[in-house]
């Protein structure tokens, strides 16, 4: 039950953003919206996720592991559900930032309980957690244009609270791994600064680019495909191939990583497959 309330709570952390790429082009002529006013909603919460992710440790400190993950699952539960019944493009804005602040809280809230509790298969629950983020990112963008179709665009933008409502009963329901809660020394590998660190600024650069990729690609390829010519259920397919393959190698890069003696060459060759 706690595995799959990880792999649920991973699945929660985009489909509040991604969501809203695929109908940027509806967005934009349905609320009368600029193309900066339009674009906003994704840059915005992908903002947020940089600034307030250093608020994980104090939240952990002040409420515990458990009850944070709690109140950051409610936040975007509230926020997605919200879209259903206040529908602008200022409620669209607060609940995206609202959103945005919740997953920067809740990614390295969650990596930190899968290092301490999940320690000795910490490449498999990984690549479940990987997984999990990836399929969030898949069902919203390709199914919303789908669902836009079916049910209107209020219906598209608000389904998604069902996948936190989801993970927070199985959080709820599952035992820890554990025998106590995570603290934060627990989280803490050592006293260092990550500030005064070369190695975490590297990092910082590293996903930071990473994740320009992924959202770039997740707001406008859609809408590319789109303006091209396609259906809006075309694309919505295009974009279901696109990251199912993402998917797939979520889960098999893990132990394919594993079996390498030097996991920068692994990391090389996936680097050059991104670049071409």
């Not at 390709?142 to 069902?162: K, M, N, R």
């Not at 959202?215 to 396609?230: A, C, D, E, R, S």
Request: hydrophobic share 55%.
């Amino acid at each position: 039950m706690l595995g799959g309330a990880i792999v649920l709570i991973a699945m929660s952390m985009r489909p509040i953003i991604t969501s809203i790429g695929p109908l940027l082009d509806v967005l934009k002529q349905s609320l009368h919206l600029s193309n900066a006013a339009v674009t906003s909603l994704t840059a915005v919460p992908i903002i947020a996720m940089g600034l307030f992710a250093s608020l994980a440790p104090w939240m952990e400190r002040t409420f515990g592991m458990k009850r944070s993950i709690q109140m950051l699952l409610l936040l975007l539960l509230g926020a997605s559900a919200i879209r259903y019944v206040a529908f602008g493009w200022t409620e669209l804005l607060v609940t995206s930032l609202v959103g945005g602040i919740a997953i920067a809280v809740l990614g390295p809230l969650l990596s930190s309980y899968v290092r301490t509790y999940y320690e000795k298969q910490f490449d498999r629950m990984i690549g479940w957690y990987s997984f999990g983020v990836g399929f969030g990112a898949m069902l919203s963008a390709s199914a919303t244009p789908a669902l836009y179709e079916w049910g209107g665009l209020p219906f598209a933008l608000a389904i998604w609270a069902v996948i936190p409502f989801a993970a927070l009963i199985s959080w709820q329901l599952g035992r820890p791994v554990g025998k106590r809660d995570v603290t934060h020394d627990d989280a803490s590998s050592n006293g260092r600064s990550p500030w005064r660190s070369k190695e975490a600024w590297l990092y910082l650069l590293f996903f930071g680019v990473q994740s320009a990729i992924f959202f770039t690609v997740m707001t406008w390829f859609i809408p590319l495909l789109t303006k091209q010519g396609y259906s809006l259920i075309e694309a919505g397919s295009w974009m279901t191939l696109l990251t199912a393959t993402q998917i797939v190698c979520n889960l098999m890069y893990p132990s394919f990583a594993a079996s390498l003696s030097n996991r920068v060459i692994g990391t090389y060759v996936v680097l050059i497959m991104s670049l071409v």
